[in-house]
């Protein structure tokens, strides 16, 4: 499924967030939460049939992110941050897309170095990557301000 982490998978979810981005609501809150919960449910049942059947392939190549990405992209549009301007968010979310899989490379390989147990899990590699993407964002977006580093300029 290499085509969910390729250049026209990358353009079908920068043309889905760009449609989602412009409608003013979609799906109400209620519903939107609802949406999210089964699709969260959707997704872990997939990967344990996966796992169960030995189906893998590609670890982020899902059917149920069709649903989990807009769910969150529409929860997150409409919580209201007040300190963060609809551009600045664009700019982050850009920058999580982009580096996401190198964070998650170095948490992988980080993680390898420890002993077996709970670092091991693939839940910890998946929030640590999250986690660390969202940093690196807001860093490179504040090297980029302050320093005045041009060729971020062209990135973010």
Same mark, same amino acid.
């Given at each position: 499924?290499?085509?969910?982490?390729?250049?026209?998978?990358?353009?079908?979810?920068?043309?889905?967030?760009?449609?989602?981005?412009?409608?003013?609501?979609?799906?109400?809150?209620?519903?939107?939460?609802?949406?999210?919960? $089964?699709?969260?449910?959707?997704?872990?049942?997939?990967?344990?049939?996966?796992?169960?059947?030995?189906?893998?392939?590609?670890?982020?190549?899902?059917?149920?992110?069709?649903?989990?990405?807009?769910?969150?992209?529409?929860?997150?549009?409409?919580?209201? $941050?007040?300190?963060?301007?609809?551009?600045?968010?664009?700019?982050?979310?850009?920058?999580?897309?982009?580096?996401?899989?190198?964070?998650?490379?170095?948490?992988?390989?980080?993680?390898?170095?420890?002993?077996?147990?709970?670092?091991?899990?693939?839940?910890?590699?998946?929030?640590?990557?999250?986690?660390?993407?969202?940093?690196?964002?807001?860093?490179?977006?504040?090297?980029?301000?302050?320093?005045? $580093?041009?060729?971020?300029?062209?990135?973010?």
């Amino acid at each position: 499924c290499e085509v969910n982490t390729s250049l026209p998978g990358g353009i079908f979810w920068i043309a889905l967030g760009s449609f989602l981005a412009t409608k003013k609501e979609i799906i109400r809150t209620k519903r939107l939460y609802t949406l999210f919960v $089964f699709s969260v449910i959707l997704i872990i049942a997939e990967r344990i049939l996966i796992v169960m059947f030995d189906l893998q392939y590609h670890d982020d190549c899902y059917f149920a992110l069709i649903l989990l990405c807009p769910s969150i992209f529409l929860l997150t549009k409409s919580v209201d $941050f007040r300190f963060l301007s609809r551009f600045r968010f664009r700019e982050i979310s850009t920058l999580i897309y982009v580096i996401h899989g190198t964070c998650g490379r170095v948490t992988g390989f980080a993680l390898k170095k420890l002993p077996d147990g709970f670092w091991s899990s693939e839940v910890i590699k998946v929030l640590i990557t999250i986690f660390l993407a969202i940093i690196m964002s807001f860093v490179i977006l504040k090297i980029r301000d302050k320093c005045k $580093f041009n060729a971020l300029r062209y990135i973010c």
